[in-house]
């Protein structure tokens, strides 16, 4: 399957999500019974390995590349034909 394609069939599945959405019964026994668990197990297990707090350190990290970005002065536009 061509790459074009493949993209084709994920906007055409996004666009009939859009139009036709789950009952929200649906996603919320859909959620709390088969990838919440899952994902809580495994995000426990993955933290409680780690001996600081990752979501600290995930908005320390976050604030810091911001604060990179917001004083990094912006490159000049080009100009056309030069």
Same mark, same amino acid.
């Given at each position: 399957?061509?790459? =074009?394609?493949? #993209?084709?069939?994920? &906007?055409?599945a996004a666009v009939?999500?859009?139009?036709? !959405?789950? !009952?929200?019964?649906? +996603?919320? =026994? #859909? &959620?709390? +019974?088969?990838? &919440?668990?899952? %994902?809580? =197990?495994? %995000? $426990?297990?993955?933290t409680n390995a +780690? !001996?600081?707090? %990752?979501f600290d350190l %995930? #908005?320390? $990290? *976050?604030? *810091? *590349?911001?604060?990179?970005?917001?004083? $990094?002065?912006?490159?000049?536009?080009?100009?056309?034909?030069?």
């Amino acid at each position: 399957m061509s790459r =074009r394609v493949a #993209w084709g069939v994920v &906007y055409a599945a996004a666009v009939a999500g859009a139009f036709s !959405p789950i !009952p929200a019964w649906a +996603v919320e =026994r #859909w &959620y709390s +019974v088969g990838i &919440y668990p899952v %994902l809580q =197990r495994v %995000l $426990t297990s993955a933290t409680n390995a +780690v !001996p600081i707090a %990752l979501f600290d350190l %995930l #908005w320390v $990290t *976050a604030a *810091a *590349a911001a604060a990179i970005i917001a004083s $990094t002065p912006a490159a000049p536009a080009s100009v056309a034909g030069s």
